[in-house]
């Protein structure tokens, strides 16, 4: 999202989908993959991947070869009496201001 008008920049076409690139500092910049979810113009980024195991990641993601934020999870898998689940004991997004949506759990980052 733009940090002073609130468009998302997607949407606008300041930035492509195609130029995002997701990589994991703590695995030697090793790509990740994700999903951009367009529909409606929601303009997500989804990262399928954290959470199924307990693990510490650290990402950078960039745009058109801009670094945008970092973002780093501590995710840890427990198991209950019927099923198993993730606890999150950290979530930082670092290199840029972001906003929580807490009814859905969407960050939207705030670009200038």
């Known amino acids: 999202m733009d940090k ?3 468009e998302n920049l997607f949407t606008n076409g300041t930035y492509e989908s195609a130029n995002i690139a997701i990589t994991d500092n703590l695995n030697n910049d090793e790509p990740i993959e994700f ?10 980024i989804q990262i399928g991947s954290i959470g199924w195991q307990s693990q510490i990641v650290n ?7 801009n670094h945008i934020f970092n973002f780093y ?3 840890e898998r427990k198991m209950g009496t019927c099923c198993s689940y993730t606890e999150y ?7 840029s201001e972001f906003e929580l949506d807490t ?7 705030l670009a200038e």
């Open 89 to 95: 004991n950290e979530i930082t997004i670092e290199a």
């Open 103 to 109: 009814q859905n759990g969407i960050y939207k980052i």
């Open 4 to 6: 002073t008008n609130g």
């Open 73 to 75: 999870v501590d995710a």
């Open 59 to 65: 990402l950078q993601i960039d745009i058109s070869d």
């Open 35 to 44: 999903t951009f979810i367009s529909e409606n113009n929601l303009n997500l």
